[in-house]
Structure formats: structure tokens, C-alpha cells
């Protein structure tokens, strides 16, 4: 960490029931009240470099009272000790500035008037310095920045108006960058760049020299997952968009970082859980594969149950449906709170599985609706038509992509899960069902189950419901499947039949 220290005369101030005065063979003839504290000084090297207190103390000499008073500083920025240190550069008295106290200090210059405008010939007073303490040397610093920028949340107000927050940020932004001599999978499996010795790092910037390098080894993601929601939303969109090209997949893993710090779990959400949620959403990298499916499901499980805009969850289930091979049947139980009284938002899954099969390939066509399944025709038979176009099917593919049986097999699975649910309505079922193309199923067992699961669920109610609810639907459904996959056996046989005896 850098420091500056400005004046060369001893400290000389010192405590009298609790009075802050300053040792001197003169008589204090300027009284300043800040906060609860009384300061009493003099008017000559306070005069000579605050203009705020030379236009008060002229005020005051204007009106006739015989009895000295106290300038009252009610509206001051920051504590005492802001206020002292700009006193005893009056005085010439020996301060240290570093990146933990030069905001207080320079919105207290600033708040007092101490610049080159006082008195004539004064040319480096406290904010001049201040500035170039902070241009030469914290803002050069990447850890510095990122101290000074987490002191501005004490005084928000003035460090915007004095342009400090943003420089914070983008000389953070500026400075993020990786080791060099490593690549970026071993940059993420050894901890993403964690600096395991934080008070040998110190000792290096302060002797000098190989400060760059010291900081290049720190991670910046957990650093930054100290910010207040607005610093960290403001700086990681200016290192988003800085020059430096920064991986999609560092920005995610940062972003992974902040939410599991301030998103506990679902249970204790609150006003400011769901601004952050919005936040993390809002940031997440466009590029496939930056966050894991398995983040983006469980922000989509909190942004369910929470006040989140319905923009915000299409966004993660377009992400997640991307890549929904790597999803597993429990990240996709999503709780669904609302009146419906269904346990899990089937919706939502179907949704990804139809943005999956247009991302991976838009010719692949769904399983024929229960509408096509009942055209014209009664529940017994499948006419010769449909068993010929499977068995184009068949010829033309032995085997569905990996990718595409991998998922058809975990949507099956997911429908044995929801199928326990009593509120779940047959159309809910039928409809994710059908959203798997016909020859994507290398096996129907999981389906079957799930069927009769949903069925002996429905036992539980009305036989007259059931009857009325399921026959036209789920009964002609399963007589399909039964044949399609008998279908499949049959040109499967016959084509190593072909084969084998050509």
C-alpha cells in the first residue's frame, strides 16, 4: 500500500476534558466545533488555508459581541479525525495519507476550501496534493483502488460529486488482468488466482518495487464480492466493457463468488436479496458455458419464489436450455409459487427443452401433438402411414445424437419425479412429453414409469375423473409409445437382418 506524508513538525495536540487544543506559546483565539468535539486553535495558519473558515470568522467579526464564538461546522463530511488531520496541515504538523483515509481527508479539504484560491501565491495546498497523491499513486495500484473505492460508501454523495468513485472503478477496471505464464484452466483449478500471503504482498508495495506483479496474483473476484451492490454492479459492467478482454468464464466464476456471498439461500430472501438477484442476472456474461448450468438452475429456483421480473427468468431459461445436457433432474425441480397448487413450474423446463433443441439444431421437429395423435382415427389404431415415416426415420438414423438421447433421457426422468405431484394436470404432463422429438428416445422405460406413476397417482381421486381426464390423452399417448417402440425393434431387426445377409 502506498503513503505520503506531508509536513515535517511534531504532533502537538492534545486531549483536555474533552477539548482538542494545540501546544503553543500563543493564546487559541479560534474555537471550531465539529461533531461533538471542540477544537480550539488559531486563526493564522487555519485562515491561511481554509477559505470556508476565513469567510466565517469574517462574519462573525462583523457582528459586535465582546464574547468569542464558536464556529459551528454542523454540516461537515466524515468524523473528527478527517477534520484534524486537514488542522494539523495547517500547522505544518506531520500527517501519513493512504488509500484507507484519503477520501475522508479530501472531501474534508474540499468541504473547508483548502486550495491554491486562498491566498495568493499558494499553490499546493491540501486538495492539490490530495489529487496528485491520487492520480500518481492509488489509482496506479490496483489494491489501493479497490480500498479507496470501499471508503467511498461513508461519504457516497461526495466522493460522486468529486469524481472519485468513477476513477476508482476504472482504474479497477484497468488493472484486472490474469498472471502472466499461466493459462486460464489452471488459473480457475488453483484457486483463481488467490494470493495465500496478504502481509508479504503489503510489505512489497510499501518497499517498492514488483507491485504489479503482487497484485496480478490476487484473485479480483473475491476481492470485489466485498462491494456494496451498486459499487460491484457499476464495476463489474466497467470490466465487462474495458479494453482488456477479460474471459467470459472469469466473469462468471466472480459473479458465482458474489452471489453465494450475498444469496444465501432461497428461505432468507429478502427486498435487498432480490435487487442483488436482478443484479447478478443483469451481468451474466452472453457467451454459452461461462456460468454452469447447475448456477444458472438454482438462480432460476430463487428468482421462482421471489419478486423478480419475468424478463429475468426467460433470461436464465434461455441460458440454462442451452445447456441443459449438463443439467440433472434435481437442479430442475423448480419450485412454482403461485395458486396453481402444482409443486414445480413444468413450463419453465419445457421451455428450455424447446430453446436446447432450436440451439443445438432448429431441423429437429417435436413429438406429434396428442391432436395429430387423434385425427380421425380411433385409440386402437396407428394407421400404415405414421409406421412408415418411423421407419424412414430408422433408416435414415440408427441413433439419435448423444446429446439429444442425453436429454431425452433426463426430461423422462424429471416426469417420474413430477409425476408424484396430485395438482399436476395431464396436459402438463402430455405437453413436456411431447416436447422430445419421436426418435431422440433410445429407450421408453423411463417414460413408461413416469406414466404409470402420474396414473396411480390419480388413483387416488375420483375414478370419474380419472376416466374423463386421462383416456382421450395419456392412454392413447402410452398405446403410442407402445407401438413406436415396436416400430423401432422391428426396423432395427431388419435392418441387421440386411446387413447380415447381404
Known amino acids: 500500500m502506498k503513503f505520503m506524508e506531508l509536513g515535517f513538525r511534531p504532533d502537538t495536540f492534545y486531549t483536555v476534558e474533552s477539548v482538542r487544543s494545540v501546544s503553543s506559546d500563543l493564546l487559541n483565539d479560534l474555537v471550531i466545533q465539529v461533531k461533538s468535539t471542540k477544537y480550539l486553535l488559531h486563526k493564522f495558519p487555519m485562515l491561511s488555508k481554509c477559505l470556508r473558515l476565513k469567510n466565517l470568522v469574517s462574519s462573525q467579526e462583523t457582528e459586535t459581541s465582546q464574547e468569542q464564538q464558536v464556529i459551528q461546522l454542523v454540516d461537515f463530511p466524515g468524523e473528527t479525525e478527517a477534520f484534524e488531520l486537514c488542522a494539523k496541515f495547517c500547522y505544518g504538523i506531520t500527517i501519513t495519507l493512504c488509500a484507507h483515509n484519503v477520501v475522508a481527508v479530501r472531501c474534508a479539504a474540499e468541504y473547508l476550501g483548502m486550495t491554491e484560491e486562498v491566498e495568493l501565491g499558494e499553490t499546493e495546498n491540501l486538495v492539490q496534493r490530495l489529487e496528485l497523491f491520487l492520480t500518481t499513486c492509488v489509482f496506479k495500484s490496483w489494491r489501493d483502488s479497490y480500498v479507496t473505492l470501499q471508503t467511498t460508501k461513508v461519504l457516497p454523495l461526495w466522493s460522486e460529486d468529486l469524481g472519485i468513485t468513477n476513477r476508482c472503478i476504472e482504474a479497477i477496471a484497468n488493472g484486472v488482468t490474469v498472471s502472466p505464464g499461466e493459462d486460464f484452466s489452471t488459473q480457475l483449478e488453483t484457486g483463481l488466482l488467490r494470493n495465500r500471503s496478504r502481509i508479504r504482498r503489503d510489505e512489497i508495495l510499501c518497499n517498492g518495487g514488483g507491485g ?130 402444482m409443486l414445480y413450474d413444468v413450463d419453465v423446463v419445457k421451455m428450455m427443452v424447446k430453446q436446447f433443441l432450436s ?133 432395427c431387426a431388419e435392418s441387421w437382418t440386411a446387413r447380415n445377409y447381404q
Not at 426430461?411 to 417420474?416: G, R, T
Open 359 to 491: 440451439h443445438i439444431s432448429p431441423e429437429i421437429r417435436p413429438t406429434r401433438t396428442r391432436t395429430e395423435h387423434r385425427r380421425s382415427r380411433s385409440e386402437e389404431n396407428i394407421n400404415l402411414e405414421e409406421i412408415q415415416e418411423v421407419r424412414g426415420s430408422l433408416s435414415t438414423s440408427s441413433s439419435p445424437p448423444p446429446l439429444l438421447s442425453k436429454v431425452a433421457k433426463l426430461v423422462d426422468s424429471y416426469l417420474q419425479e413430477i409425476a408424484r405431484d396430485v395438482n399436476l394436470t395431464v396436459s402438463k404432463f402430455v405437453e413436456l412429453a411431447e416436447t422430445i422429438p419421436d426418435t431422440s428416445r433410445i429407450c421408453h422405460d423411463d417414460l413408461y414409469n413416469a406414466i404409470d406413476v402420474y396414473l396411480q397417482v390419480k388413483a387416488n381421486k375420483k375414478l370419474v375423473y380419472i376416466l374423463r381426464e386421462t383416456s382421450n390423452t395419456l392412454v392413447t399417448y402410452c398405446r403410442y409409445i407402445r407401438r413406436l417402440k415396436s416400430v423401432r425393434e422391428r426396423g
Open 212 to 341: 504489479s506483479k503482487a497484485e496480478s496474483l490476487r484473485w479480483w473476484g473475491e476481492d470485489l464480492a466485498e462491494l456494496g451492490l451498486d459499487l460491484y454492479r457499476r464495476t463489474m459492467v466497467a470490466i465487462k466493457s474495458s479494453h482488456r478482454k477479460i474471459s467470459p468464464r472469469l466473469i462468471g466464476n466472480a459473479l458465482r463468488i458474489y452471489a453465494s456471498k450475498w444469496l444465501p439461500s432461497i428461505q432468507e430472501s429478502s427486498a435487498d436479496s432480490n435487487l442483488v438477484l436482478e443484479s447478478v442476472i443483469s451481468l451474466l456474461p452472453e457467451e454459452k458455458s461461462s456460468v454452469p448450468c447447475s448456477f444458472l438452475l438454482q438462480l432460476l429456483k430463487m428468482a421462482n419464489v421471489m419478486n423478480v421480473s419475468h424478463s429475468s427468468k426467460m433470461e436464465l431459461a434461455i441460458k440454462a436450455g442451452n445447456q441443459l445436457d449438463k443439467a440433472t433432474v434435481s437442479e430442475l425441480l423448480i419450485p412454482l409459487s403461485d395458486k396453481s397448487g
